[in-house]
DNA sequence: CGGAATCCAAAAAGATACTG
DNA sequence: CAGTATCTTTTTGGATTCCG
């Protein structure tokens, strides 16, 4: 299993002690690629194992196939088997799944607006009009 | 440094390959007491160092003065040094981190809910009403 | 193809101690 | 008090392999 913070995280919630809202929030796709798979998901349907590889190329299968199980123990993926002489598996949004949508929606929004900043300010640089 | 997720973010800004936004906000906020500092710095203002340790007693010094410093490199934290015999420093959030106040205001009650849900199953299971 | 296990390298975190 | 450095332990990640 992967990442602290969804580690402890389970951790309290087991032992009754929790008591932080948000940081159960963010231990649902604070692992590495989640996030991105999360939204692949939510924005274009289902996907094969195999193309959420191709997605990623930068993810390993094997941090793939743990990021996807969690999500799956999260309840936030579904995951769907599909019967064939080679096994091909399906992964889909949950309905709790999607209700984070709204949330990654507006980091994509905010990642955006701050994205351009940081361009234009890079161009400043580029100028000699300013230092960092 | 901390934080392979931020790590990347900001290697690949350098490099002007970025294209992933939410990555770019999940970046800010997902080292492991973070989300806790923004929240408390957004919600109650300013506090010394000594006054988070207290807040975030499982936090360690280190970790503490390592996020507080990502974070004042990131221009969402604000450092204030108060001259004196002995060395004071207050923190607060900078326009840019208070700008990230909805984004975890949403991620807070996504997790309430969620919690709340949670807590009613573990009550059911405790019943022997269902399984896990 | 999808998933799990293994081994090994890299990264993160705790403890401690030192400095201004 | 705040910050940094060092050392050690724990976690994580990549690569590879094997199995259904």
Redesign the pocket.
Known sequence: ????VR?TVIEKLRDGEYNCPKELTLSMFS??WKINMIYHLGHDGNY???EL?KLLP??????I??K??ELVEDGIVD?H?EAGP?????YSLTPLGISLLPIIDSMYAWGEKRLKELQLRHVVFGLGETKD
Chains 1, 2 share one sequence.
């Open positions: 299993m992967t990442d602290l580690e692992g590495k094969y194992f195999y590889q930068r993810a390993s299968h094997k941090e196939a743990e996807l199980k995951r088997p080679r096994l091909k598996v399906s």
